[in-house]
């Protein structure tokens, strides 16, 4: 099961020193293949397809997060009530309500 984790992010690149430049929007990437995934965002392409119901995504990960509707797949647990949510969203959103007098919810 999965556990929530901070996200790390770099810190953006000066406009200019990316490699990577999307032609559309002036966006600037440091990896080939997350600016080939951006431009999905100008052309329409969704090639990631939900063998159950259809439905197309721009990302495999947003495949992975929709096909959890289809097998009931709640892998996110709330550490205070045990809980289980389909994405992590839906956890963060669910620990607000366990801050009270002096409770913290759990990043």
């Given at each position: 099961m999965h556990?929530?984790?901070?996200a790390t992010k770099r810190?953006?690149?000066p406009p200019g020193c990316s490699p990577y430049h999307c032609s559309h929007c002036g966006r600037d990437f440091n990896r080939?293949?997350?600016?080939?995934?951006?431009?999905?965002?100008?052309?329409?392409?969704?090639?990631?397809?939900?063998?159950?119901c259809g439905v197309?995504?721009?990302?495999s990960g947003a495949l992975t997060?929709?096909?959890r509707i289809h097998t009931g797949e709640k892998p996110y647990i709330c550490?205070?009530?045990g809980?289980?949510?389909?994405?992590?969203?839906g956890l963060r959103f669910h620990q607000r309500s366990h801050v009270r007098e002096?409770?913290?919810a759990v990043d």
């Open positions: 556990q929530p984790h901070a810190p953006a690149l080939l293949e997350n600016l080939k995934t951006h431009l999905r965002i100008h052309t329409g392409e969704r090639p990631y397809s939900c063998s159950v197309r995504f721009r990302h997060r929709h096909f550490s205070q009530c809980k289980t949510f389909r994405n992590c969203g002096g409770q913290r």
